[in-house]
């Protein structure tokens, strides 16, 4: 018997586990939610004003919970608080492996099996155990083995509770969720789980299934939207050559009520912590499960992305030629309104540029650049900007590889980029009429309407 949870424990205290956990405090006041991460200045800085997490509206929610039943805290005072737990989620990153048994594609679960020993070691009662992390499929049987050792007789149940938050509209997101997915083996912990979303999440919203198909729903749903990304990318290039506009051609084809609009924007290619390394994770157990033609499918969705990248990159360092001009990158983050660039255009696209011997110029307002520049490995011939005015001061290219709102309207006039200067729209954001009156000359995504 599973009644409905009063104490929570999350582990992974990072994009997902914070917000997370913060609005299931926030909704489910009844509720003590405690986050632990092994990262104590991620902890110091979600116990302060400035939180590791740039996520529009997370500032109220945390201030709200935080305090009252949200707590944040590390391991050795979390080892406590598993004690008493109901319910925990596993919450930690999932890379993909760079070494041993498929490395490059496979997920590493090193993080969830030390966690999972964590919770072995301290769980007591009856405890159960909840996979927010994205998971490859058969990874609870993974963790189930770790759990039977556990140290004072307990007893587990584990759950797939996949999250489909995006960043940016993450608070968004889990406040009103277009569905909750809860995987599991017995009805009772689910329903226990399922009350807990039940506080502020319509019923009929609240998907239920068998542990193995939770966890591959997930990696499916950001395969499909990691593929119509890519479809999109691929037409781009055939319109930039037979004058066809991508924008159009999207319209049209997500107008179709079977297709729908959404991530049917052309774009510089997409990034994030999370599309490459889950199609990746599902390539792998294609091929280990003996399906290489499903493997070789879903590889070619990355592979289109990663030609996406360098294609813009090489038209920039071909126009400049042998100028050496300076590019002035605007957007660091691999979408607006989040600090995260993990895999993000920037990331590839600057190392291309400096490798070609172009001088970079970035600014984006929420990514701290030395962190960006340690994470890429470069340090020369790159440098910050604290502003758009700055950035395009001398730049012979700039290149919009973010979508944030201020590049939508910049007015190039006030400008002091060189009088040849060309303008690469990797977002397809710049009204195309005032680049060129403005006197420069547009490369967008796909070809544009005055292109
Ligand atoms: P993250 O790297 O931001 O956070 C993971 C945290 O776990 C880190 O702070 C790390 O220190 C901590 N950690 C690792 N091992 C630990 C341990 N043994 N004990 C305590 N703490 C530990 O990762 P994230 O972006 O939050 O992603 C977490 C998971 O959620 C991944 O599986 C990811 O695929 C999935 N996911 C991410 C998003 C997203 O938008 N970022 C959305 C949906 C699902
Ligand atoms: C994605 C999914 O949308 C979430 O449902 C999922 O939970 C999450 O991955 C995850 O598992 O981590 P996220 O990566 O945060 O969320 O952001 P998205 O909005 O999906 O954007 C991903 C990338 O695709 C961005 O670089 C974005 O700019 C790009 N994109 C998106 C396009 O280029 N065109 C589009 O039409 C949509």
Known sequence: ????????????????????????????????????????????????????????????????????????????????KLAEADLVFISVNTPTKTEGEGAGKASDLRYV????????????????????????????????????????????????????????????????????????????????????????????RIITTGLWSAELAKLAANAFLAQRVSSINALSALCEVTGAQVDEVARVVGSDSRIG???LKASVGFGGSCFKKDILSLVYLCEFHGVPEAAAYWQQVIELNEWQKRRFADQIIRQLGASKGKVAVLGLAFKKDTNDFRESA??????????????????????????FCQAAGISQ???????????????????????????????????????SACIYDGRNILDPGAVRSAGFQLHSIGGRAAD
């Open 381 to 419: 011939g790159i440098q910050p900007a604290q502003t758009i005015q700055e950035a395009l001061a001398g730049a012979s290219a700039v290149a919009v590889l973010t979508e944030w709102e201020e590049f939508r309207c910049i007015d190039l006039t006030k400008m002091s980029l060189v009088a």
């Open 261 to 263: 609009p959404k991530f």
């Open 346 to 371: 920037a990331l590839h696209i600057c190392g291309q540029l400096l490798a070609a011997g172009l001088e970079v110029t970035t600014y984006d307002p929420q990514v701290d650049f030395t962190t």
């Open 113 to 204: 099996e030390s966690c999972s020993q964590f919770i072995a070691d301290h769980a007591r009662g009856h405890t159960i155990v909840v996979e927010k992390s994205t998971m490859p499929v058969r990874a609870a049987d993974t963790i189930k083995r770790i759990l039977a050792k556990n140290l004072h007789g307990g007893t587990f149940e584990v759950l797939s509770n996949p999250e489909f938050l995006a960043e940016g509209t993450a608070i968004r997101d889990l406040e009103s969720p277009d569905r909750v997915l809860i995987g599991g083996e017995r009805p009772e912990p689910i329903e226990a789980l399922a009350a807990v979303y039940r506080q502020w999440v319509p019923a009929e």
């Open 1 to 80: 018997m599973n009644p409905t949870p009063k104490k929570i424990v999350c582990i992974g205290a990072g994009y997902v586990g914070g917000p997370t956990m913060a609005v299931i405090a926030d909704r489910c006041p009844g509720i003590e939610v405690t986050v632990v991460d092994l990262n104590a200045a991620r902890i110091a800085a979600w116990n302060s004003d400035q939180l590791p997490v740039y996520e529009p509206g997370l500032d109220a929610v945390v201030r709200r919970a935080r305090g009252r039943n949200l707590f944040f805290m590390g391991q050795a005072e979390g080892a406590q």
